[in-house]
């Protein structure tokens, strides 16, 4: 019997949920639990962390998980490189489903970064306007340029103060249009934006308001994950499931 485990929080997992509920397959859709409102999805769900490799292993095994697919946003490194170990260690096939990371184009003004450390040291020493559109998980590390100030878009209000002290915070859930997203780098006079190398349709809307508006763009790399499986399409992952190699 095929039990499936279906990593998720990304727009491509919420697509895959629907196939698997359609398909009648018995699986189980997890949220990492960084939202306070996830989008319900049409599978048991569960929420929060496993308690790393040595959890997430106990739990494949407790609920006699055959298959796991990790559609994690390309940044949740961590959950991904455990997902790799966990496998391995209880004999669970894996597959990514992840969608392919933003080339630039013409037109374009990107400055790569490697890290998040990376992304502060592009910014300008003099005060700018910054769309930092990279959640809310990694914003310490922009304290260290306080004269700028720093357009935040969140899925849902912030719990505790920010570590920046020059913000605005726009309250919104994707996917966003280019349109919409032009008008709001207009209304806020962003001069740079930040963002993580995510792919996919839903979040590219905000880097093509930033080549319409001739704005620079720091682009900050996707981390390295131990070599998985990568699979591009949900009927891609549906013949893995069904046909998956020995």
């Known amino acids: 019997m095929t039990r499936i485990l279906l990593l998720g929080g990304t727009t491509e997992a919420s697509q895959l949920a629907k196939t698997l509920a359609e398909t009648g397959a018995d699986a189980v859709f997890s949220y990492a639990g960084r939202t306070a409102n996830p989008v319900s999805q049409p599978l048991p769900t569960r929420v929060g962390g496993f308690g790393g490799v040595e959890g997430l292993s106990e739990y494949l095994k407790a609920e006699s998980i055959t298959h796991v697919v990790d559609a994690t946003h390309p940044f949740a490194a961590q959950m991904s490189t455990n997902a790799v170990h966990a496998c391995e260690a209880t ?3 894996l597959c990514a489903f992840e969608r392919p990371a933003w080339q630039a ?3 374009d003004t990107w400055v790569h970064a490697g890290t998040i450390d990376e992304a502060v040291s592009a910014l300008p020493d003099a005060p700018a306007r910054v769309f930092l559109a990279i959640g809310k998980q990694n914003l310490t590390q922009f304290a260290a340029k306080p004269q700028h100030h720093y357009l935040l878009r969140l899925v849902d209000e912030p719990d505790a103060p920010l570590p920046l002290p020059h913000t605005t915070v726009e309250i919104a859930r ?3 249009d280019a349109a919409g997203d032009t008008a709001l780098m207009q209304r ?3 001069t740079h934006v930040v963002a993580k190398n995510a792919g996919g349709a839903g979040a590219a809307a905000k880097l093509i308001a930033a080549r319409t508006l001739g704005l620079p763009v720091i682009m900050i790399g996707r981390p390295d994950v131990p070599a998985r499986p990568i699979k591009g399409s949900v009927a891609e992952v549906m013949a893995w499931l069904s046909h998956p190699p020995a």
């Open 188 to 190: 806020h006079g962003i």
């Open 91 to 93: 004999d669970v096939k």
């Open 174 to 176: 994707g996917p966003f």
């Open 105 to 107: 184009g013409e037109g």
